[in-house]
């Protein structure tokens, strides 16, 4: 695998280390922004041990060029790159220009959302002020269209920045969305090389309390746009975490765009009386609305330059709106509290499934594993059932944080973190078993029965998808218990929504009891443990899971119950008896491993391969 060396010099790394940064972990050549230039060349800049660089890296345009070389023309990397490897940026080029919210000084203090390279002036926020960024953190920078004429596109950040003074008492950190237009050049007389079309919102993700008092999720940690049949439109993935001290909890919220413009087109925070409130803006707005783009769409002007003095003057002032954008349905269609990992990442792939489309959410943890996620609609979008399809580990390592992680074609994931890369399939239909029932009921909508097997369902190929089809396979077995001893008869469902139950039936007797957990028997999960065999437990034990209405069979287990006169002649085979201390260790284990998830996890065979 080709690496190419791209360190910071020793002069750069002593001065680093003379400022008091740390020499391993501060003073190297950290790479934070890796974009494609054009079709041949990538632009990648670095934090350079406290001293942003910028090059280009050349790529080759087919992979088969086997080209992979550092171009030798190093560039100044400041409000391209942070100075200090821990701040996060984001950035994207469009148009050979780079879009970057990033830090612009050593003490990491100026924070800024800039425009660089390209022909025209680099283009920065207002500087120290804290109406416009107040200590952000960047998440994800994109460009959506306003309208078909391309004057109006519209550049939207994401990020997230200590509440303004004030603002929201009680919450110190807010989730936001900026917009900037495109061809914003900035003003003639003031606002000279700053934005003069920056607005933002903030984004709230909440679940509603029974007493008035929301839980909130302000730590925007990813974004993913879903794109539409509209490119105006596209569907905005979010999520978020909690930096509440009593709880700890994650969400992913949706937002659409429709719903950004209108808190964009609605009033501007203000302050004003007494108390110096945020109170929405009442007075009169200039003509064209501050935040418009110049284009023939909107008033005729030909340039943010030829924008009047009252536009600029109101824009410098007023860059916050009142209203938050709330996500659709008025609430988070995951939510995950009390859990000992939180969300880091996400990324979305739309499957044409045999009964429409679905996005199946991949969502990136803390704890180096993957959530493969679907919401399906019960009755219609207001009311979406969320359906865990696999809980994935990644990473062998524990605690591995997933910093990235990209969706490639319709076949492969990729997730990065401290560890390396890490590729992973997006479906492994072969994981809900062999029956059809379980296929089906498994509802993962990249896989369908196809008469022998679960596989990957493709829209023109026959499947065989629907319940009245489903051929469940059942399992027997025969085991031997001794009385006075416990017996643990072992049966899960491999679907993660269905519920199993038990029923019991003694020889000779048509009729079948359902077991209920009380003094002598316990149902878990995992199946049924019976303290204490009695003279009557000896029967048949019937092992169902239900789900939707669907009931399958999965094991039928010949109890047959043996007393100590007969162990002690050496009837019972080491085979079929179980020891009361190694059932008590095995159900020891078996509650650990209950209380510490509540689903099952499947750990990927292959390692990462690091890069």
């Excluded at 879009?99 to 025209?120: C, E, K, N, P, V």
């Amino acid at each position: 695998m080709a690496q190419i060396p791209w360190p910071a010099s020793t002069s750069r790394r002593d001065e680093c280390k003379w400022a008091g940064k740390d020499l391993k972990s501060e003073c190297s050549n950290f790479i934070k922004v890796l974009q494609p230039f054009n079709q041949t060349h990538l632009y990648v800049c670095g934090t350079g041990a406290f001293h942003p660089v910028c090059a280009y890296l050349e790529v080759g345009k087919k992979l088969e060029d086997s080209v992979f070389r550092l171009e030798p023309q190093i560039e100044n990397g400041r409000g391209k790159s942070p100075y200090d490897p821990k701040l996060l940026t984001a950035s994207m080029l469009i148009d050979g220009e780079l879009y970057s919210g990033t830090s612009a000084d050593f003490m990491g203090r100026d924070f800024a959302i800039f425009r660089t390279l390209g022909q025209h002036h680099p283009i920065r926020t207002e500087q120290h002020d804290s109406r416009w960024l107040n200590d952000p953190r960047f998440v994800s920078v994109h460009m959506i269209p306003e309208s078909d004429n391309q004057e109006d596109d519209k550049i939207y950040l994401f990020f997230r920045e200590n509440a303004m003074d004030g603002e929201h008492a009680g919450k110190a950190t807010q989730a936001r969305i900026g917009q900037l237009c495109k061809n914003d050049f900035g003003g003639h007389r003031s606002l000279v090389n700053k934005w003069t079309t920056f607005l933002k919102a903030r984004l709230v993700c909440s679940v509603p309390g029974l007493n008035g008092i929301d839980t909130h999720f302000d730590e925007l940690q990813d974004v993913f746009l879903m794109s539409s049949k509209d490119p105006k439109n596209p569907i905005i993935y979010a999520v978020f975490t909690t930096s509440s001290n009593i709880f700890k909890g994650s969400a992913v919220c949706l937002y659409s765009m429709a719903d950004i413009r209108r808190v964009f087109l609605g009033p501007y925070a203000h302050r004003d009386g007494p108390n110096y409130q945020w109170v929405p803006f009442q007075g009169r707005v200039p003509y064209p609305r501050p935040g418009t783009c110049p284009s023939k769409t909107f008033g005729g002007f030909d340039s943010t330059k030829d924008l009047p003095d009252d536009v600029i003057t109101f824009a410098r002032g007023h860059p916050a709106m009142f209203n938050p954008v709330y996500p659709i349905n008025n609430r988070p269609i995951i939510v995950k509290t009390d859990t000992n990992y939180q969300f880091t990442q996400i990324v979305v792939d739309r499957v044409e499934a045999e009964d429409g489309q679905y996005d199946v959410m991949f969502i990136g943890t803390d704890m180096g594993t993957v959530l493969k996620v679907v919401s399906i609609p019960r009755g219609s979008w207001h009311d979406l059932e969320e359906i865990l399809l696999e809980e994935m580990t990644v990473f062998r390592v524990a605690y591995t944080h997933i910093y990235s992680i990209q969706l490639k074609g319709h076949q492969q994931l990729y997730l990065g973190s401290e560890l390396g890369v890490s590729q992973m399939p997006l479906h492994r239909c072969e994981v809900y078993g062999k029956a059809c029932a379980e296929c089906c009921l498994a509802r993962d909508p990249y896989c369908a029965w196809d008469g022998t097997e679960c596989s990957r369902y493709f829209p023109m190929a026959k499947r065989y998808a629907h319940t009245h089809t489903l051929i469940p396979t059942v399992l027997d077995k025969t085991v031997h218990g001794v009385e006075n001893s416990s017996t643990f008869l072992e049966c899960s469902a491999k679907s993660q929504r269905a519920l199993t139950y038990w029923q019991y039936q003694q020889a000779n007797d048509d009729r079948r009891q359902d077991i209920k957990t009380e003094d002598r028997f316990v149902c878990t999960e995992q199946g049924l443990l019976i303290r204490t065999l009695d003279k009557k437990d000896s029967g048949t034990y019937v092992c169902q899971a239900v789900e939707h209405g669907f009931m399958q069979t999965l094991l039928k287990v010949q109890l047959h119950q043996l007393h100590q006169q007969q162990q002690q002649q050496g009837l019972v085979h080491a085979h079929t008896h179980v020891h009361a201390h190694g059932l008590a260790a095995k159900w020891k284990h078996l509650q650990e491993r209950q209380k510490g998830r509540n689903r099952r996890t499947h750990e990927l065979e292959r390692a990462p391969r690091s890069v």
